[in-house]
């Protein structure tokens, strides 16, 4: 029988959200742990493949999830695990509380360039945030009621662990779907070069990449 009295707080979103730093000031606050599923992919090789067009590796959910298991076992207080698809390496019954991260597309746009991504894997990654690709992955695996999506784009790092620590203590409803994208592109008059430019993005498997870390 799965242990189900560890909290398990998952940060998860596309990356460029923030995810590491909201990360690890909200381990602050609670004097826990952070694990970073792709560091742990990287640096202990639990890799199915090498995807050469993007230039990453792509992790083997099978040997990940049993190392996260393995993990929590050991895990006698609070852990915060993020990554954009740490909420498929966590077993379902564990004590979890996702949160998802999001980003105006504009705002995203932005901090990827300045990371040195290349003109594709922007695309690729502002089509996910726009797509809710991290959100509907993360409720189709654990479901809504364990799940708070966050719009971060105008809000520092303080508010958002706040508003974090607010639903982990009660204070706030967990809440999602009111985030949506793509109205806003276009009632901006932006959502038909938005459709023209995006890559396809190949579905849920986009979350097992395991070379986008966060800063």
């Not at 929590?72 to 019954?93: C, F, N, Q, W």
């Not at 690729?124 to 364990?146: P, S, W, Y």
């Not at 809000?155 to 662990?161: I, K, L, M």
């Not at 706030?172 to 396809?200: Q, Y």
Request: net charge negative.
């Amino acid at each position: 029988m799965e242990d189900t009295t560890i909290r398990v707080i998952i940060i998860t979103g596309t990356p460029g959200v923030g995810k590491t730093t909201v990360a690890t000031e909200l381990a602050k606050s609670l004097s826990s742990n952070v694990l970073d599923v792709s560091e742990l992919v990287q640096k202990e090789n639990l890799v199915s493949m090498s995807d050469d067009r993007r230039e990453t590796l792509i992790a083997d959910m099978k040997k990940l999830r049993t190392r996260v298991r393995g993990i929590l076992a050991k895990t006698k207080d609070s852990i915060v695990i993020e990554g954009h698809y740490a909420y498929d390496v966590v077993p379902k019954s564990a004590n979890i509380m996702t949160f998802v991260l999001r980003r105006d597309p504009d705002d995203l746009e932005q901090k990827l360039r300045k990371r040195g991504y290349d003109d594709r894997k922007i695309s690729e990654n502002i089509a996910a945030e726009v797509l809710d690709v991290c959100l509907i992955g993360a409720i189709r695996r654990l479901g809504k009621d364990r799940l708070h999506e966050i719009d971060v784009t105008h809000s520092d790092v303080g508010t958002v662990v706040n508003e974090i620590l607010e639903v982990l203590n009660g204070k706030r409803e967990p809440a999602s779907g009111k985030i949506d994208w793509i109205a806003k592109l276009e009632a901006e008059g932006k959502l038909e070069n938005f459709l023209s430019s995006t890559v396809r993005v190949e579905g849920i498997e986009y979350g097992h990449l395991a070379g986008d870390s966060e800063t």
